[in-house]
């Protein structure tokens, strides 16, 4: 079974430019993820999709990031305009729709550079 | 506001010998927690989680122990194995408090084994 992909593993933009990542999840998994982790710190949240609806977007920075999974298969997360403060590794999660343990199998992650 | 801290940046322990990684939280609400490894260049794996009626869970070579009372809960493994070397990633979640399933990650302590 393939695990969850993510696309492209690492961009390199300049500020003001755009980016759009995108997170294949495990096949027939309804929970996705996206989570960031900046320089050093800790992996934060950033919302969670339920099949195609936003179930949970409390941890989205701003009204420049926005994630959409067109009929709840594959999700993109696209920064409008990027700023400096964007970089980081994005990392997305799968789990399935009935999981009683809560584990989330992650995706390698998107690296992503502004300069 | 950082809601999990795992205060050991790093560690290091020597093959053969017991891994003690520790983790503390500060939200009450928290009923599940969870351990992740990562290697470089990777996404975090899922290790090992415990529910907050339990007090331990042991898989293998790795127990995980949570003290409710002290919000602290730590990851032994035993023995340590140099493929054991990587960073380590406490998390948790309100999923049954709140019902998101979204989770709160520490800022990981890396470990290393020496052979």
């Known amino acids: 079974e393939a695990g969850v992909t993510q696309f492209p593993s690492h961009s390199v933009i300049e500020k003001g430019q755009t980016v759009t990542l995108r997170c294949d999840p495990i096949?027939?998994?309804?929970?996705l993820y996206w989570y960031r982790r900046v320089m050093g710190k800790e992996i934060k949240f950033l919302l969670h999709?339920?099949?195609?609806?936003?179930?949970?977007e409390s941890g989205m920075p701003n009204n420049r990031f926005l994630a959409e999974r067109t009929g709840g298969t594959y999700s993109t997360l696209k920064v409008q305009p990027a700023e400096l403060e964007d970089s980081g590794v994005y990392f997305c999660?799968?789990?399935?729709?009935?999981?009683?343990?809560?584990?989330?199998?992650f995706g390698p992650g998107t690296r992503l550079t502004v300069t | 506001d950082q809601q999990v801290k795992q205060n050991s940046p790093s560690l290091s322990v020597q093959e053969g010998r017991i891994s003690i990684l520790n983790c503390d939280y500060t939200n009450s609400m928290f009923d599940y927690f969870l351990w992740y490894k990562k290697y470089p260049a990777e996404g975090p794996t899922f290790l090992i989680s415990?529910?907050?009626?339990?007090d331990k869970n042991e898989d293998g070579r790795f127990t995980v122990f949570l003290n409710k009372s002290a919000k602290h809960l730590s990851l032994h493994i035993v023995p340590s194995q140099p493929g054991d070397s990587a960073v380590y990633f406490c998390?948790?979640?309100?999923?049954?408090?709140?019902?998101?399933?979204?989770?709160?990650f520490g800022t990981g302590t890396r470990l290393t084994v020496i052979p």
């Open positions: 096949s027939g998994h309804d929970n």
């Open positions: 999709f339920v099949k195609e609806s936003k179930q949970d």
């Open positions: 415990i529910s907050s009626i339990k």
């Open positions: 998390a948790a979640s309100a999923r049954v408090v709140t019902g998101a399933n979204n989770l709160f």
């Open positions: 999660a799968s789990s399935p729709g009935t999981s009683g343990a809560g584990e989330q199998y």
